[in-house]
């Protein structure tokens, strides 16, 4: 995903939606802890922030994951409220390369993606690590959230981290590299229709660079994919039929497709999220919930 600032776009929208979607309250709590430090990812040291909703916990923890760019932990920041409101502490960090991350920023491309996609699925398992035994989280409920590109690296991270209690991927892409950034030439010109798009796609014939559908056929981790049918940058006429298919062979997936939403998505998000994160809230402290259930109605 080559366009700076789309995951700002993205959280933005987000948080814009979020008001008018669920019970929760939506302000920010003034008496939430915030923990800062450092932890380590192949030798290199990231940068985090950690927030606790009120309380003394255990609480479940969502860490989040970057899309495309050169991307801080305060591209995320506007979430915070939302997932603290619900209970949830939230994880985010530098990318490496960035803020006050050290080691190599390095774009994903088909030429690159075979190495940096796995490079950046290590520091989010790293990141997941870090949450889950920090004080007041609870080990059994630590998760993933992960806008865009992050669809490719939080299936490799779960590879990484099979404990993980779950994964919400918002515009997630579950296509390869090469045929996303294909269909994206096509579908981003004012002048193409999205069937266009779709028909050009047919003709792809060129590397596929990182293909995540080997890692996902094999999850095991309950995961949401909250998909936009008019979205430009990811084709998710593929990737939905795709997905649901893993989901009949007995994978733990859920798929939301909203026809009308793109690759921001919009109001609906809210109670699909809610619904799948339910079976983690609760004053035990543990997972309240059967796997094979969650994200169902």
Not at 65 to 94: C, I, K, W
Not at 113 to 122: D, F, G, Y
Not at 216 to 223: F, G, Q, R
Not at 231 to 237: E, G, I, K, Q, T
Request: proline share 9%.
């Amino acid at each position: 995903m080559p366009i700076p600032g789309l995951s700002r776009l993205l959280m933005v929208a987000m948080v814009a939606t979020a008001s008018t979607t669920s019970g929760c309250p939506r302000e920010p709590q003034k008496d939430q802890a915030r923990e800062e430090g450092k932890f380590w990812s192949d030798s290199t040291s990231l940068a985090y922030v950690l927030d606790r909703p009120p309380g003394d916990g255990p609480f479940p923890v969502v860490v989040m994951v970057h899309g495309s760019g050169r991307t801080t932990r305060d591209e995320m920041r506007n979430l915070v409220p939302q997932f603290t409101a619900r209970g949830f502490a939230v994880f985010r960090y530098d990318k490496r390369g960035v803020g006050e991350s050290g080691g190599t920023y390095r774009g994903v491309n088909v030429a690159t993606s075979m190495t940096v996609i796995p490079e950046l699925a290590r520091d989010a398992a790293a990141a997941l690590g870090t949450a889950c035994a920090a004080p007041r989280i609870d080990p059994a409920r630590c998760g993933y959230f992960g806008a865009s590109q992050a669809g490719w690296i939080i299936p490799e991270a779960l590879r990484l981290t099979p404990s993980a209690a779950f994964a919400i991927l918002f515009s997630g892409v579950a296509d390869p590299v090469g045929v996303e950034m294909y269909y994206e030439r096509f579908a981003m010109q004012p002048s193409v229709s999205l069937d266009s798009a779709y028909a050009a796609l047919r003709q792809f014939t060129g590397s596929p660079g990182y293909d995540p559908r080997g890692t996902l056929a094999t999850m095991t981790v309950p995961t949401l994919w909250l998909l936009g049918m008019t979205d430009v940058l990811v084709p998710n006429r593929l990737a939905v039929p795709y997905l649901q298919s893993l989901r009949s062979s007995g994978r733990p997936v859920t798929v939301r497709a909203y026809p009308e939403y793109g690759h921001a998505l919009g109001a609906d998000i809210w109670p699909d999220i809610d619904a799948f994160l339910t079976p983690y809230i609760g004053p035990s402290g543990r997972y309240l919930g059967d796997p094979s259930t969650v994200g169902q109605r």
